[in-house]
């Protein structure tokens, strides 16, 4: 799954909150932009977290890119319905979100959240927002059965203006944390367990 497109003790709002609004639109990001990331995998099939970095580019021309740099070479493009994987030493390969419909909600939702656009939010999913004096968060519960299948929950911990995480819950309790605006993983706390690194998520913004 692209992961692109992660505990606050505030009370949880409704998507009808005002201040859910308000947070989206601080989070709007007009293109272009490139932001690094290092994004960490938690399995239960793995003796040890997958960790992969590079950067998220939001293009003028509305097209998502995520581009791994370490431990490998790949390009992730999303541009309308359409998807193109590049990696080192591979043939491209492309598919239409019309074979992955619970791909599309993913990726439009993570545009949509680049365009502070709760609407399209919440074709797809369930928003709950809380907020305290230096950090934020959002959930977004899955509306449909087969994105439920494959997602549990997305969860975006950030301050101010900005994400610092984004964590992808899948439904067996593995999940994935991407870490935003991170260009090296010596940043993140080590060892990179997952309660640790969800820790730092929160109090990011704070440092």
């Known amino acids: 799954m692209v992961a692109v497109l992660l505990t606050i003790a505030t ?8 201040g859910t609004d308000a947070l989206l639109d601080r989070l709007a990001r007009p293109a272009p932009e490139t932001t690094p990331f290092v994004e960490v995998r938690y399995s239960a099939l793995l003796t040890e977290p997958l960790v992969v970095a590079g950067e998220l580019e939001h293009r003028d021309d509305g097209a998502l890119v995520r581009r791994v740099l370490e431990p490998y070479r790949e390009t992730t493009t999303l541009l309308g319905e359409n998807v193109t994987v590049e990696r080192d030493g591979s043939r491209p390969r492309s ?9 599309r909600g993913i990726l439009n939702s993570f545009g949509a959240m680049l365009k502070g656009d709760r609407a399209t939010l919440e074709q797809h999913f369930e ?5 305290s004096e ?3 968060r959002i959930d977004l519960v899955p509306r449909g059965d087969k994105l439920r299948a494959r997602l549990a929950r997305v969860r975006v911990d950030g301050h101010a203006d900005r994400a610092n995480c984004m964590t992808m819950e899948e439904p067996d ?3 994935t944390i991407m870490a ?3 260009s090296d993983r010596g940043t993140l706390p080590l060892p990179l ?3 640790q690194l969800q820790s ?7 440092r």
């Open 127 to 131: 928003i709950a927002s809380s907020e």
């Open 95 to 103: 598919f239409s979100l019309d074979r992955a419909p619970e791909l």
């Open 11 to 18: 009370t949880i709002a409704s998507a009808a909150d005002p």
């Open 193 to 195: 367990e997952r309660e």
């Open 173 to 175: 309790g593995d999940a």
């Open 180 to 182: 935003i605006g991170v």
């Open 200 to 206: 730092w998520c929160v109090q990011a913004g704070a």
């Open 134 to 136: 230096n950090a934020w």
